[in-house]
């Protein structure tokens, strides 16, 4: 069971610190489990810590002329070896296309690091039904490398993502058997999970972790929701 944290744009460094203690407190990982924390860029650091810690982006570049960008020489200063590639939020906010998001995978899979792949589907094309949402998901999945070893899917429909409404369990478990089919690699699902409804969504057998936003931003929140994938 992989419990991932992605904190977007909330915390520092110093908070990060004080995050990985108290989660370390509160929870101790048995061997089935993994937690990957991924902070923002300006608090990457090399924690001392049995969970990993990954970065959200980064340019597919080792460095070079991107001014605001960070490239692999940065995140090897801090022994960074997971990263976050296709999240919603950079796709249509930040404007990331398939092919660029593409690219950063090439990139990051050339360089050996885990990376947690993000897809999901908006709202028109969920409303839309099954079959239109897997058609969208499986275009996500074009110019990667769905073999590589080092890969974990993250499904995040984004209609489910800050809204407070998480997809049922029928639509989580129908999605990801779906996308079990089409790549044979670890997913998570992503959007609206709680502690309330960690423990239904991650017993869904074809769920193998959760990809959590807003409440992973406390320790205690998140350790509760580590706690409800082993009730
Ligand atoms: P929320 O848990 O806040 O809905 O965010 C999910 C997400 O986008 C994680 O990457």
Same mark, same amino acid.
């Given at each position: 069971?992989?419990?991932?944290?992605?904190?977007?744009?909330?915390?520092?460094?110093?908070?990060?610190?004080?995050?990985?203690?108290?989660? &370390?407190?509160?929870?101790?990982?048995?061997?089935?489990?993994? =937690?990957? *924390?991924?902070?923002?860029?300006?608090?990457?650091?090399?924690?001392?810590?049995?969970?990993?810690?990954?970065?959200?982006?980064?340019?597919?570049?080792?460095?070079?002329?991107?001014?605001?960008?960070?490239?692999?020489?940065?995140?090897?200063?801090?022994? /960074?070896?997971?990263?976050? /590639?296709?999240?919603?939020?950079?796709?249509?906010?930040? #404007?990331?296309?398939?092919?660029? *998001?593409?690219?950063?995978?090439?990139?990051?899979?050339?360089?050996?690091?885990?990376?947690?792949?993000? =897809?999901?589907?908006?709202?028109?094309?969920?409303?839309?039904?099954?079959?239109?949402?897997?058609?969208?998901? &499986?275009?996500?999945?074009? #110019?990667?490398?769905?073999?590589?070893?080092?890969?974990?899917?993250?499904?995040?429909? =984004?209609?489910? =993502?800050?809204?407070?409404?998480?997809?049922? *369990?029928?639509? /989580?478990?129908?999605?990801?058997?779906?996308?079990?089919?089409?790549?044979?690699?670890?997913?998570?699902?992503?959007?609206?999970?709680?502690?309330?409804?960690?423990?239904?969504?991650?017993?869904?057998?074809?769920?193998? #972790? *959760?990809?959590?936003?807003?409440?992973?931003?406390?320790?205690?929140?998140?350790?509760?929701?580590?706690?409800?994938?082993?009730?």
């Amino acid at each position: 069971m992989i419990f991932a944290a992605n904190f977007k744009t909330h915390h520092t460094r110093t908070a990060t610190h004080a995050y990985l203690e108290a989660l &370390k407190e509160k929870v101790s990982l048995r061997p089935e489990e993994r =937690i990957v *924390v991924f902070p923002p860029a300006t608090a990457l650091d090399s924690y001392d810590t049995d969970f990993t810690v990954g970065a959200q982006n980064a340019y597919p570049t080792y460095n070079g002329a991107f001014t605001g960008e960070i490239g692999a020489e940065q995140l090897e200063e801090f022994g /960074i070896r997971a990263i976050l /590639i296709g999240h919603s939020e950079r796709r249509e906010i930040l #404007g990331e296309s398939q092919s660029f *998001v593409a690219e950063k995978f090439r990139f990051f899979q050339e360089a050996g690091l885990e990376i947690v792949y993000c =897809i999901g589907e908006p709202l028109e094309v969920r409303e839309a039904g099954d079959d239109a949402v897997i058609a969208f998901l &499986k275009a996500q999945f074009e #110019g990667i490398d769905t073999t590589y070893e080092k890969l974990i899917v993250a499904y995040e429909p =984004i209609w489910a =993502i800050g809204t407070g409404r998480a997809a049922t *369990v029928a639509e /989580i478990a129908a999605t990801h058997a779906a996308l079990k089919d089409i790549v044979a690699k670890p997913i998570l699902y992503g959007g609206s999970v709680k502690p309330n409804n960690a423990g239904e969504i991650l017993a869904i057998e074809s769920v193998d #972790g *959760v990809l959590v936003g807003s409440a992973s931003l406390e320790a205690d929140s998140f350790a509760a929701i580590v706690a409800a994938g082993r009730a």
